[in-house]
């Protein structure tokens, strides 16, 4: 699973004038800077993939101080960090569809071909396209920027 968790203890600027509603204030925050850091996950990964699977596997959860944003994929860690060369092979019935859409190869011949690209893959390997690594800066920022907007109103700050 591809995941990346933001720590939110170091929201504590205001602490003392909100005393008991701090943590929930910064919660309600991160809440909305989860949101927006799923949907800046789906726009980074949309173009990159064949069926959507990925795009519409991303999520984000708050759970203690920490929120994290993660997609469910069962092959997100593939795609995020690629896989070495030297391995197993892919499994090829997976690989038929994609072949059949993005090869253009008829029915008789799917099988065949993705044997041949399952070989190569594990062979050879594939790159990590480190779509959420790319993107760590930008989720900090979404979140802080949610956070301190959360903190700010509830202190009367606009």
């Known amino acids: 699973m591809a995941t990346r968790t933001i720590n939110l203890k170091a929201a504590t600027e205001h602490y003392r004038t909100l005393g008991a509603r701090f943590w929930p204030t910064v919660m309600i925050g991160a809440k909305a800077g989860g949101e927006r850091a799923r949907?800046?996950?789906?726009?980074?990964?949309?173009?990159?993939?064949d069926r959507g699977g990925y795009t519409r596997a991303w999520k984000a959860s708050?759970?203690?101080?920490?929120?994290?944003?993660?997609?469910?994929?069962?092959?997100?860690?593939?795609?995020?960090?690629?896989?070495?060369?030297?391995?197993?092979?892919?499994?090829?019935?997976?690989?038929?569809?994609?072949?059949?859409?993005?090869?253009?190869?008829?029915?008789?011949?799917?099988?065949?071909?993705?044997?041949?690209?399952?070989?190569?893959?594990?062979?050879?390997?594939?790159?990590?396209?480190?779509?959420?690594?790319?993107?760590?800066?930008?989720?900090v920022e979404l979140v802080r920027a949610e956070v301190v907007d959360a903190v700010r109103r509830a202190v009367g700050i606009r």
């Open 39 to 49: 949907a800046h996950m789906v726009e980074a990964s949309r173009e990159a993939f």
């Open 62 to 139: 708050v759970e203690g101080r920490s929120l994290t944003v993660y997609n469910q994929a069962p092959y997100a860690a593939v795609i995020e960090h690629g896989r070495k060369p030297g391995g197993r092979m892919p499994p090829v019935k997976a690989l038929i569809p994609w072949v059949r859409r993005k090869l253009g190869v008829g029915d008789a011949e799917a099988k065949s071909v993705a044997f041949l690209v399952a070989r190569k893959i594990a062979r050879e390997g594939t790159p990590g396209k480190k779509i959420l690594e790319r993107s760590e800066d930008t989720l």
